[in-house]
């Protein structure tokens, strides 16, 4: 019964649906819900630090619900995928209802399909690593896997990483930096590997390879079975998702550098590396993603069982307020810069 508190993450296909079976303000649903009712849902309720007793621990991990709630979120994600290009043929460019569709795909594309996408590339189960694949092609967002597992995890929290931001950095500078710099590391960590088993970049086993090939599928059959209007819209939806991706990359490790010992080398990673958020509807919408401390400590365990412990830095609300306030750095830099002196 503890899984099925996860099935809240429902309630954003429904409102994407309200969205494309409406018109008017109320196809700007999904945005209001996802960074209005959530963070003032989090903002409103009483944080939870629970975490599982071992004994429990064991019995969750083992709890088939929890991935099969994941694997449903592909066939659903290619649902509102198919479904976008359709309705969004037959919406007019730049009116209330395009923008309010976009958002409500650019959210489907973030929420389900990168972060799911992130969850399920991190399992040792090739079939799982394909479904969270497939998941991250919907929003054009594959290269995220090779420098996600290979850069970001071992690099967190030092100057090395893309996906740190640094103390006083803006977020719309980050975005730029991020996304573009964990691109072409994403291609130097696949040719490296491709070199280590003596074979050249341009060969099927080298990921990015396989995944340029099928964006540009994807984006070919976009434009061949509707038009260059549906393509640019589904571009526009994609970037959306996108900056979802890097806004909360932003948040998750901002400020935050490992110390170099006398060797020169970085402390292994630790809880204080990661910014951690206890607030409980942002936690189930995004899979536990704002555990993001024990994640980075122990990249195997899977959502059900991350943990909350004291060492970690806490953020003063939920994932989806603290993107809302990082777009605004004045008071994001308020904020945040004193928390960092605090820990």
Request: glycine share 6%; with cysteine; proline share 4%.
């Given at each position: 019964?503890?899984?099925?508190?996860?099935?809240?993450?429902?309630?954003?296909?429904?409102?994407?649906?309200?969205?494309?079976?409406?018109?008017?303000?109320?196809?700007?649903?999904?945005?209001?819900?996802?960074?209005?009712?959530?963070?003032?849902?989090?903002f409103?309720?009483?944080?939870?630090?629970?975490?599982?007793n071992?004994?429990?621990e064991?019995?969750?991990?083992n709890n088939?619900?929890?991935?099969?709630?994941?694997?449903?979120?592909?066939?659903i994600?290619?649902?509102?995928?198919?479904?976008?290009?359709?309705?969004?043929?037959?919406?007019?460019?730049?009116t209330?209802?395009?923008?309010?569709?976009?958002?409500?795909?650019g959210?489907?594309?973030?929420?389900?399909?990168?972060?799911?996408?992130h969850?399920?590339?991190?399992?040792?189960?090739?079939i799982?690593?394909?479904l969270?694949?497939?998941?991250?092609?919907?929003?054009?967002?594959?290269?995220?896997?090779?420098?996600?597992?290979?850069?970001?995890?071992?690099?967190?929290?030092?100057?090395?990483?893309?996906?740190?931001?640094?103390k006083?950095?803006?977020?719309?500078?980050?975005w730029?930096?991020?996304?573009f710099?964990?691109y072409?590391?994403?291609?130097?960590?696949?040719?490296?590997r491709?070199?280590?088993?003596?074979?050249?970049?341009?060969?099927?086993?080298?990921?990015?390879?396989?995944?340029?090939?099928?964006?540009?599928?994807?984006?070919?059959?976009?434009?061949?079975?509707?038009?260059?209007?549906?393509?640019?819209?589904?571009?526009?939806?994609?970037?959306?998702?996108?900056?979802?991706?890097?806004?909360?990359n932003?948040?998750e490790h901002?400020?935050?550098?490992?110390?170099?010992n006398?060797?020169?080398?970085?402390?292994?990673?630790?809880?204080?590396?990661s910014?951690?958020?206890?607030?409980?509807?942002?936690?189930?919408v995004?899979f536990?993603?704002?555990?993001?401390?024990?994640?980075?400590?122990?990249?195997?365990?899977?959502?059900q069982?991350?943990?909350?412990?004291?060492?970690?830095?806490?953020?003063?609300?939920?994932?989806?307020?603290?993107?809302?306030?990082?777009?605004?750095?004045p008071?994001?830099?308020?904020?945040?810069?004193?928390?960092?002196?605090?820990?």
């Open positions: 019964m503890k899984a099925l508190k996860y099935l809240l993450v429902f309630s954003i296909p429904v409102t994407v649906f309200i969205s494309f079976t409406s018109t008017g303000w109320i196809t700007f649903l999904p945005f209001l819900y996802v960074f209005g009712f959530v963070p003032l849902s989090d409103l309720l009483k944080v939870n630090p629970y975490n599982f071992k004994e429990q064991e019995i969750e991990k088939k619900l929890y991935s099969l709630i994941l694997y449903a979120m592909l066939p994600q290619i649902f509102f995928l198919v479904w976008f290009l359709i309705i969004i043929s037959q919406t007019p460019m730049f209330f209802d395009f923008w309010g569709r976009i958002l409500g795909m959210i489907m594309c973030g929420v389900i399909g990168i972060n799911v996408g969850e399920l590339g991190h399992r040792n189960n090739r799982e690593q394909l969270g694949e497939l998941l991250l092609l919907t929003s054009l967002e594959t290269h995220f896997l090779p420098y996600h597992n290979g850069g970001h995890h071992l690099n967190v929290a030092t100057p090395e990483d893309a996906a740190t931001a640094r006083n950095e803006f977020i719309y500078i980050f730029i930096r991020s996304q710099t964990s072409i590391k994403a291609w130097e960590l696949e040719n490296k491709l070199s280590d088993i003596n074979l050249k970049w341009f060969h099927y086993k080298n990921k990015m390879v396989v995944y340029t090939i099928f964006h540009f599928i994807l984006l070919a059959s976009i434009y061949y079975f509707f038009n260059s209007y549906v393509l640019v819209s589904f571009l526009i939806a994609a970037s959306i998702g996108i900056s979802l991706l890097e806004t909360v932003y948040i901002y400020g935050l550098l490992r110390k170099k006398k060797f020169g080398r970085y402390e292994r990673v630790k809880h204080s590396h910014w951690n958020s206890n607030h409980v509807i942002g936690k189930l995004l536990n993603l704002s555990r993001h401390s024990d994640h980075h400590y122990n990249g195997s365990k899977h959502y069982v991350l943990k909350s412990l004291p060492d970690s830095p806490q953020m003063p609300t939920g994932y989806p307020g603290m993107m809302l306030l990082s777009l605004l750095p008071l994001w830099f308020k904020i945040m810069n004193k928390k960092l002196q605090e820990i």
